[in-house]
């Protein structure tokens, strides 16, 4: 027979105040198989658990049932608390009577009785409770991380510091991402390429880090500390081994397309790499415009590469690798503004650009030399007009939320036009300016004091005149409509999640919001976590945000990974299925349901009658099963049950409760 | 003694003032023995219930004891109370199989107490069929269609067909006739002629014999069709096999006691999941075993009173007449001890 | 058990609610000390696709009034495609219970978040509002075991 | 030119003959006669002889496919008879991974209908899957009326439908035929035999016969085959099918056009699902 105790929380006030304790604790007494009922003021603090430990003793118990707040905020407490006595973690069952009962209700009468009923059913589900061992699964150390920009560099580098092996998987030929595209950063104004090659030189060059360039994430099977990722490296038509980057293929290739680093401003040949400072800075072939690969032509680079490293021959290569830890950094995309606003010109006119567009053209290894001209005529602009907000807390026609940084990188941007050109004039229509950094607010005060001029209210339309742009608006302060005529017009356009986020959260099998960004663990407490254990994310993928921040969460997620990776083996939850297989028919519908493929049909030795016979039954891989339960409620004969939430016990509670 | 079949109502009438009278009753398009009460529509003649009546004395679900764990727990015994009853107008082949189940559930030595207080207060009026199922074969295992030897009262329709004729045969018979005063008549002649259209020739020392084959190989043919279901154990009338649960409601709860069949795959698995009768044969074996020798080696008559019903529902359409004949006909083998 | 229909007649609801998204929801709602009627209990199960049609019949059977399944949005669930079988599940339940004269309003299933705390409150004030109008359930209830001797 | 049944069951005996002749089949499970002139029953030829006892008329109306899974690991094959709902059948209980096709000799016949009111709205005469076929494969009949009792049912209101099947549930007594001859039914130990859990209590009262009736009829619901045997086989003539046919009509409903029982390896739809599926719990 069971020995039950109940132990009933008051939570100081909190389930006190509404729910009679001491009426639920009487009224438990009367439950079969309890042994011990009591209340304490706190049970989850030191004497509380204390008085536990010590009843078990006295009253011989051998299962707990504690009714106090949400098993989700204190079972693993009261687990590990229990790891001290002799009784198994696993014989515990919570009534949440805080949460779910005195914190929502205010008819005491009422809410006494449904806390009887939540101790009620917890003890009818204890008495089924069975001792439970957390077995350990071996954990492979090492780490992919999706996506080469300053997030995914920095997770890498911290990881590979803590000498754990890491590969960065990256679409690009080159890794890098956006930031190295930017000329100056704010709010220090130090150059972004001065401060982030570095980085990627540390990355290309470390003994830990592997990178993998123009590839992408096929496929991801396993589970945490055991993944196994297929890997798809697209042909780069030119052998990495053998070449050193010497450049000479780049200088003799006829084929000129529009740079996509450059944001479609200057041009590179169809053999590149995507800018100067490129990690890894070997060239790539783009099969789309190269001559040979479309109309068997030219072959040029072939011919004058001095070390014959050119393959046109090179196809697709799919690797497999086993990691322990993932982290998503795949990092965000603006958004196409043309679509969105065509009374911007939706994208006719040259001279209406992006801002990482006019990064391009203020970065000194820009296609410009860091000359800021108009993309159209190459005329230096006097009078340029800034748009924040384009896209960005637009609901009917962009996106609802904040991009965060554009208020700051405008700023810089009006600071560069005022000191790159002499006798200038910065017009920056925004709604909001929004400087949540340290340092920021100065930054602001500066560039308006260096004659950026800030107008309350938004662009209405914009329109060529002449060789001018028409920027139509309104000054909300001075309540009346604005017109300026500008030379160019900088967008300040929203961030968006990289364009294949949606199939990457797929594979990883985590999941996104409606906007698409990977919804975190939780967003205050776990920010670099994903609900699937094991994947780690960090920088814009999760959210629009500044270097800063994507720097700091780049080494929270690297924090995350060593931990994982720190330890030979991890505990696994027992609450997992098993399968009975004296009664399982092995018709194999539970193996369809599981989300894990953690189900598989084996061969064991049987009896059939006084036979010996060989019978099919399913089988439960203990390290993939996360405990979902949908075998469970498949199965016609109940012979794959869920531990910890077994047909007879959810049974029991139903029982339990319509007495 | 006779009355008019007219005042068949105004009998029953009577009767219920005293008693619960069970009567063939149809509803819901099955006949079956039911409480009588005005509105039924009772159907004396015509075809044998295809449930049998012994669900009146021995039912399908009898709660036994209830109990409370806890502090002021308690046991206690679920006696049937309303028992006064009469079971009027059972077939002879259904009172046989009464008097089968009175030597199972009153004689050597354990008395049933359930069933016994229910026999005691139940007066049984035994009717004579008029016609015969073309599954009924009572007389081939020796009982007469038209009369039931140890009923209280016998009732038959009279030659003329115009009464019913009774005859008490006991005490509780005649003081349930002495209560119909009004309603009878002397005199009257009962017709008696009914015979059973299917005649099965059984051997006169199947049993004994039958206790010789128990490997005998016309076990395989014969049970192969079964599908292994219960109809067969839940239409017969003589079959009497229970099993005990409890219905539990947190600290209270009670035990009864419900119908079991030897067919089933569960009813002889042990614990650790062996079955000494694993598969149908074995099962159908000692079912028909159990119908036609060992009842008799504890009893002394068969149990099996030729009324057809499993002959009529078996899904498979497995015939206990057609294997009584064949295992009558049987030469016994060397093997056969 | 339910008490038999006078007008302070509270029904019993059985709500199961899945443990990453409709229960994190629920506790939201606690936190937010968000008010909703006393006559819903809570059984927490990992995921909404572990609840056994079975469950929903045996509530009924031991006199439960309404029966509420809850889990993650459809693309949410912890477990990727959990809650795709429980839509399939109790749609095809609930119909099939509708067709044994079970008010479809008894029984009830409901896509709840971890952050929709509110809709939270405000499916069980709706649903419990419901079934009271609906009054107790006889249907698939069996007599407790104090009634009905043997029949 | 169409065989008639005489015609029909000389084929049977000869192919019966042919299958036990190459010593691969242990036994031809096909009909004989009873002593009944209207009742066959199930018979199972192991030698020539007796494949003389094979008969075929209007009242071969018993399953055989299910008598294959009393050897779930049998030396030798079953020659089955089977006709379009037998061939349903083996079709089910292979999808079911219960039996083996290489366990299974199957001699399909070509049925024009027998003495069971299921017949008149058969779909498939042809046999599905067999290894001989015996008489010439006849046009299919679309069923108008495979939902009309269940649509017809729908229309009682809450109230009429409970009473209504809570008389059928009265009537019960509990025996499981209907799940014996169900081909759908072929789990090696039910849930209902399983007292430990507690499921389903033993006793036959209406309660314990409701629950039983509504959990086999959501088990099978997805994977019904429309036979009939359930109908058939129940001693107290309970409208078994109207309970069952009510999840075919749903999924048909809303998952689109679905039936059992073919040779396409569909997973039953409790099995899978799509990402497309109707959703009313918003």
């Known amino acids: 027979m069971a020995r039950i105790g109940v132990f009933i929380c008051h939570c100081g006030t909190n389930i006190a105040a509404t729910v009679d304790v001491e009426a639920v604790a009487a009224a438990a007494r009367e439950f079969p198989n309890v042994a011990f009922a009591t209340t304490y003021k706190y049970m989850c603090s030191e004497p509380g658990q204390a008085m536990i430990k010590e009843s078990i003793e006295d009253y011989n118990l051998d299962r707990i049932v504690i009714a106090s707040c949400s098993p989700r905020m204190h079972e693993l407490t009261f687990r590990k608390m229990l790891k001290g006595t002799k009784i198994n973690p696993y014989m515990l069952e919570i009534a949440n009577i805080r949460e779910q009962c005195a914190w929502v209700h205010t008819d005491r009468a009422k809410a006494t009785e449904k806390a009887i009923d939540h101790v009620k059913m917890a003890v009818a589900k204890v008495g089924k409770d069975k001792p439970l061992t957390t077995s350990t699964i071996p954990i492979t150390k090492r780490a992919l991380v999706i996506g080469g920009g300053i997030a995914g560099i920095q997770a890498a580098l911290d990881i590979a510091d803590a000498g754990f092996d890491v590969t960065i998987v990256e679409k690009e030929p080159s890794i890098g991402g956006h930031m190295v595209m930017l000329d100056k950063t704010f709010p220090t104004m130090d150059c972004s390429a001065c401060i982030s090659t570095p980085k990627m030189v540390d990355a290309g060059a470390h003994p830990n880090i592997t990178l993998k360039t123009s590839c992408e994430v096929e496929k991801v099977e396993g589970y945490v500390g055991n993944f196994e990722v297929t890997i798809k490296e697209k042909a780069k038509y030119v052998n990495h081994d053998l070449c050193t980057g010497c450049g000479l293929c780049q200088t003799k290739c006829p084929t000129k397309v529009p740079s996509e680093f450059n944001q479609g401003i200057g041009t590179r040949p169809a053999i590149y790499i995507p800018f100067a400072q490129a990690v890894p800075s070997k060239p790539v072939i783009d099969p789309t415009c190269c001559l040979k690969l479309t109309k068997d032509k030219c072959g040029i680079c072939e011919k004058v590469c001095p070390l014959q490293a050119i393959n046109y021959k090179d196809e697709t290569k799919y690797t497999t690798e086993k990691y322990g830890a993932i982290v998503v950094a795949t990092g965000y995309e603006l958004v196409d503004w043309a679509k969105m606003y065509p009374e911007y010109g939706g994208g006719k006119y040259a001279d209406v650009i992006t801002g990482l567009q006019f990064e391009r053209l203020v970065n000194a290894s820009g296609p410009t030399e860091g000359h800021i001209v108009r993309p159209s005529d190459g005329k230096e602009p006097k009078d340029v007009v800034i748009v924040k907000c384009v896209g960005s807390r637009d609901q009917n026609k962009g996106k609802s939320y904040c991009s965060r940084a554009c208020c700051m990188y405008s700023a810089k941007h009006a600071h560069q036009i005022l000191d790159k050109i002499p006798g200038s004039n910065v017009y920056i229509f925004y709604m909001d300016v929004r400087t949540p950094g340290k340092g920021y607010e100065e930054f602001y005060d500066n560039t308006r004091a260096d004659g950026a001029q800030y107008i309350r209210g938004r662009v209405s339309k914009i329109f060529k005149e002449g060789d001018k742009l028409i920027c139509k608006g309104e000054d909300t302060l001075l309540g009346k409509q604005v017109t300026v005529e500008a030379d160019m017009v900088i967008l300040a356009t929203a961030m968006e999640p990289a364009a294949n986020i949606a199939d990457v959260a797929g594979k990883l099998g985590i999941s996104i919001d409606s906007d698409r960004w990977v919804t975190e663990a939780h967003p205050k407490l776990r920010p670099v976590e994903t609900q699937t254990g094991g994947v780690f994310l960090c920088g814009t993928c999760q959210g629009p945000k500044d270097i800063p921040d994507t720097v700091a969460q780049a080494g929270a997620a690297a924090a995350k990974v060593m931990a994982l990776l720190n330890h030979d083996e991890m505990e696994t939850s027992p609450m997992i299925s098993s399968v009975d297989q004296t009664k399982c028919s092995g018709c194999g519908y539970c193996v369809e349901v599981c989300p894990y493929k953690a189900i598989s049909l084996i061969q064991v030795p049987g009896r059939d009658g006084n036979r010996k016979v060989t019978k099919t039954v399913a089988d439960v891989n203990s390290g993939l099963c996360q405990g979902c339960g949908c075998c469970a409620a498949t199965c016609r004969t109940g012979c794959i049950d869920l531990k910890g939430y077994t047909n007879e016990q959810i049974l029991k509670e139903v029982d339990a409760l319509c007495q | ?337 | 058990m339910s008490v038999k229909t006078n007008e302070n007649w509270e029904p019993k609801i059985l709500a199961f609610c899945c443990n990453w998204c409709t229960y994190t929801g629920a506790d939201l709602a606690g936190l937010n000390r968000m008010k909703y009627p006393e006559n819903v209990r809570v059984i927490r199960v990992p995921c909404s696709s572990r609840v056994n049609p079975q469950f929903i019949l045996r509530a009924f059977q031991k006199g439960c009034d309404g029966v509420l399944v809850c889990g993650c949005h459809p693309g949410d669930c912890h477990y990727a495609t959990g809650n795709y079988f429980t839509r399939r599940r109790f749609m095809l339940m609930q119909r099939l219970l509708e067709y044994n004269g079970i008010d479809p309003k008894r029984f009830q299933a409901k896509w709840i978040s971890g952050s929709e705390a509110a809709k939270f409150r405000d499916t069980v004030t709706k649903v419990s509002a419901e079934i009271k109008a609906l009054g107790p359930n006889t249907k698939f209830a069996e007599p407790h075991f104090t009634e009905g001797g043997d029949k | 030119m169409a065989l008639s049944e005489k015609d029909i069951e000389l084929k049977i005996r000869e192919e019966a003959k042919k299958a036990l002749a190459t010593g691969e089949v242990s036994c031809v499970i096909g009909w004989t006669t009873t002593r009944f002139p209207d009742k066959m029953k199930p018979f199972f030829a192991e030698t020539e002889a007796e494949c003389d006892e094979l008969v075929w008329n209007k009242y071969c109306i018993n399953g055989t496919a299910k008598y294959a899974l009393d050897d779930r690991y049998p030396s030798k094959k079953f020659a089955i008879i089977a006709r379009g709902c037998d061939s349903r059948a083996i079709n089910r209980m292979l999808k079911d991974k219960q039996l083996l096709r290489e366990n299974l000799y199957i001699i399909g016949v070509v049925c024009d209908g027998k003495e069971n009111p299921i017949c008149e709205e058969c779909q498939h005469k042809n046999p599905l899957t067999y290894d001989v076929l015996i008489g010439e494969p006849v046009p299919e009949q679309i069923d108008e009326k495979r939902f009309a009792e269940v649509e017809a049912f729908e229309k009682l209101s809450p109230d009429e439908k409970y009473e209504y099947w809570a008389k059928q549930y009265d009537k019960c007594i509990h025996c499981y035929a209907c799940r014996n001859a169900c081909p759908a039914c072929n789990c090696v130990e039910c849930y209902a035999d399983q007292y430990r859990t507690g499921w389903q209590g033993k006793a036959s009262d209406r309660i314990q016969n409701q629950v039983y009736g509504l959990t086999r009829a959501f088990h099978v619901g997805d994977r019904c085959i429309e036979c009939g045997e359930c109908e058939r086989v129940c001693p107290m003539g309970l409208p078994i099918m109207r309970q069952t046919r009510k999840m075919l009509k749903d999924i048909n409903d809303l998952f689109g056009d679905y039936e059992c029982g073919m040779p396409d390896d569909a997973m039953p739809v409790l099995g899978g699902y799509t990402l497309a599926d109707p959703d009313e719990f918003m």
């Open chain 2, 1 to 337: 003694m006779k009355f008019k079949k007219t005042d068949l109502n105004e009998v029953l009438k009577t009767l219920a003032r005293e008693y619960t009278v069970f009567a063939p009753i149809v509803e819901n398009e099955e006949k079956k023995f039911m409480p009588w009460a005005e509105s039924k529509d009772v159907e004396m003649e015509g075809l044998n219930t295809i449930k049998p009546p012994k669900d009146v004395l021995f039912p399908n679900v009898e709660k036994m004891y209830r109990y409370k764990m806890g502090l002021e727990g308690f046991i206690e015994e679920i006696f049937p109370e309303d028992t006064k009853r009469i079971l009027f107008g059972i077939r002879p082949c259904d009172m046989r199989s009464i008097d089968s189940m009175d030597k199972v559930f009153l004689t050597k030595e354990y008395v049933d107490s359930y069933y016994a207080k229910r026999r005691d207060d139940a007066t049984i009026v035994a009717f004579g069929c008029t016609e015969a199922g073309r599954t009924c074969f009572c007389e081939s295992m020796g009982l007469n269609p038209n009369d039931a030897p140890s009923a209280d009262v016998m009732m038959n329709v009279s030659a003329d067909g115009e009464d019913y004729v009774l005859e008490a045969r006991t005490e509780k018979g005649e003081e349930l006739v002495k209560k119909l005063e009004g309603l009878i008549t002397d005199g009257g002649e009962a017709k008696k002629d009914t015979k059973c259209s299917l005649v099965i020739n059984k051997a006169e020392d199947l049993d004994k014999k039958l206790a010789k084959m128990f490997e005998h190989p016309i076990w395989d043919k014969v049970t192969k069709g079964c599908i292994g279901c219960g109809t067969c154990t839940f239409v017969c009338p003589t079959c009497y096999c229970f099993d005990i649960d409890s219905e539990n409601y947190g600290a209270e709860g009670c035990k009864y006691r419900c119908w079991d069949s030897c067919m089933f795959s569960d009813y002889t698995r042990l614990a650790g999941g062996a079955n000494p009768r694993p598969t149908k044969k074995e099962r159908l074996r000692n079912r028909y075993m159990h119908k036609l020798s060992y009842f008799n080696e504890r009893y002394g008559e068969t149990l099996c009173v030729g009324c057809g019903r499993c002959v009529e529902k078996c899904p498979a359409h497995l015939d206990i007449s057609e294997f009584i004949e064949k295992a009558s006909a049987a030469e016994l083998g060397k093997e056969d001890k």
